[in-house]
């Protein structure tokens, strides 16, 4: 199957939103759509995006059916370095469309976004147990900075 990969959009938030439910749940978090506000941890992340400010990317298949998504966003105050606060990294795909290259090329294509938007440096954090996770950012050369609780910064 062949995809798209586009900017992302207000518009997405709620598909972003989704796929970061996946990604916790990836991470052994399960949290109901509806009870997203009891987590603003997680919450912050998807809510208050603004596609204005911050880089996002979107992957569709030929029909535009979103099947995964990559942006940062820039809260300072949950930064992992708060000396040097940088955008976090947030990835995140369908189960059905995992392990068919998305996931690597929607990093690549953020990378892109970034840039373009003067962005050169970029932070993350992954459950320690999220192994394919850690796999993809290892691929892109991303390297232990620190721990937080059960998170690899």
């Given at each position: ?6 900017q ?31 987590y ?89 147990e ?24």
């Amino acid at each position: 199957m062949n995809f798209r990969y586009r900017q992302a959009t207000s518009a997405d938030i709620p598909f972003m939103t989704t796929v970061l439910l996946e990604a916790a749940a990836s991470s052994g978090h399960f949290i109901e759509p509806e009870r997203l506000d009891e987590y603003p941890d997680t919450e912050i992340y998807g809510k208050g995006w603004h596609a204005e400010k911050e880089c996002g990317i979107i992957a569709e298949t030929e029909t535009g059916e979103p099947v995964g998504a990559a942006w940062i966003r820039n809260i300072p105050e949950l930064a992992h370095n708060p000396e040097k606060p940088l955008p976090e990294l947030t990835l995140g795909v369908l189960p059905a469309f995992r392990r068919q290259g998305i996931g690597e090329r929607l990093m690549s294509e953020l990378y892109k976004s970034c840039r373009t938007n003067g962005i050169h440096e970029i932070s993350l954090g992954v459950h320690k147990e999220n192994v394919p996770a850690l796999k993809l950012y290892g691929k892109h050369g991303w390297k232990q900075e620190s721990r937080f609780k059960d998170y690899i910064m």
